[in-house]
């Protein structure tokens, strides 16, 4: 089956643009996570959503981002007044409940800030 | 702060060896352990996982050793092949009553060669 897409994959942006990140999961997966990988480190935790809630934002860096998701599928990160450290691989992953259950992650979308 | 220290950030083995990967955590609330790869361009993918009430666990060439008193936890491959080069990160999660946010170490290149 179909797993985790994130679009775009690339996305040039210059400073102090808004950008939106999206991210499809895997059909009926309810968790839904977002990961920030910097160049040559770890990922790190952003946002959970359960359903279309989102218990857990103690991640996002900034107050310049945000995300949503609808439908219980589709979500939007997005990132206001962008800023060059905000260049790095955003990861969207999604699980199937969330309790130990494998996250399956997507390709990724590299953000590169001018 | 970084909860889970991984060792050591790059490793050249000669095929048919054995490479070992290292991890260390501090949150004693962590119950979930799992090792991620990731080749170049693509999301990471679980690679095997384990929980703290068992000390080793199989899969395939892939093992994981768990020392619960140490905190420590640890990846060997055995007969290593070059396909296997890529990056290999641990992660830890638990007690999030359902969110179960990874807190992933820092990752290690891992190159075979032939």
């Known amino acids: 089956g179909a797993g985790v897409s994130q679009s775009p994959s690339n996305k040039v942006t210059e400073k102090g643009k808004d950008v939106e990140l999206r991210c499809d999961p895997i059909?009926?997966?309810?968790?839904l996570y977002w990961y920030r990988q910097r160049l040559g480190q770890g990922l790190e935790f952003l946002i959970y959503?359960?359903?279309?809630?989102?218990?857990?934002k103690s991640g996002l860096p900034s107050d310049r981002f945000s995300a949503e998701r609808t439908g219980e599928s589709v979500s939007t990160l997005t990132i206001q007044r962008t800023q060059q450290e905000d260049s790095a691989v955003y990861l969207c992953a999604s699980s199937l409940s969330g309790r130990w259950d494998t996250q399956y992650f997507g390709p990724g979308t590299r953000l590169t800030v001018l | 702060q970084q909860q889970v220290k991984q060792s050591p950030q790059s490793l050249i083995v000669q095929k048919g060896g054995i490479p070992i990967i290292n991890c260390a955590y501090e949150n004693t609330a962590f119950d979930y352990f799992p090792w991620y790869q990731q080749f170049p361009g693509k999301g990471p993918a679980l690679l095997i996982a384990i929980r703290p009430d068992v000390s080793e666990k199989k899969e395939g060439r892939f093992t994981i050793s768990f020392n619960k008193s140490a905190k420590q936890f640890s990846l060997h491959i055995m007969d290593s092949q070059p396909g296997d080069s890529a990056t290999y990160f641990c992660a830890a999660s638990g007690d999030n009553f359902g969110n179960e946010k990874l807190t992933f170490g820092t990752g290690t290149r891992l190159t075979i060669i032939p």
């Open positions: 059909s009926g997966h309810t968790a």
């Open positions: 959503f359960q359903g279309n809630s989102a218990p857990d």
